[in-house]
C-alpha cells in the first residue's frame, strides 16, 4: 500500500515559497494546483503537491 502523506496548507505554502493563502486558490483556479483532500482545516497530498511542482507549477501546459 502506499504511503499516504497529508500536509496541512502551511506546509503547501513553503513548498511553493508562497505566503499568501489566496495565491494558492489562485493556483487551484488557474494553473491546476491540486485541490485539498481536506477541507478544514485544509490538507492536501504531499505526492500531489510534489508532482505538480516537478510538472512545471505556474509554467506547466494548462488543460
Same mark, same amino acid.
Given at each position: !500500500? $502506499? *504511503?499516504?502523506? !497529508?500536509?496541512?496548507? &502551511?506546509?503547501? !505554502?513553503? !513548498? ?5 493563502? $489566496?495565491?494558492?486558490? &489562485? ?27 516537478? *510538472? ?8
Amino acid at each position: !500500500m $502506499a *504511503n499516504i502523506e !497529508m500536509i496541512d496548507e &502551511k506546509e503547501a !505554502m513553503r !513548498m511553493l515559497k508562497v505566503s499568501s493563502r $489566496a495565491t494558492i486558490w &489562485k493556483y487551484t483556479e488557474h494553473h491546476n494546483f491540486p485541490k485539498p483532500i481536506r477541507t478544514h482545516p485544509k490538507q492536501y497530498l504531499r505526492s500531489a503537491v510534489e508532482e505538480w511542482i516537478l *510538472n512545471g507549477g505556474i509554467n506547466q501546459k494548462s488543460f
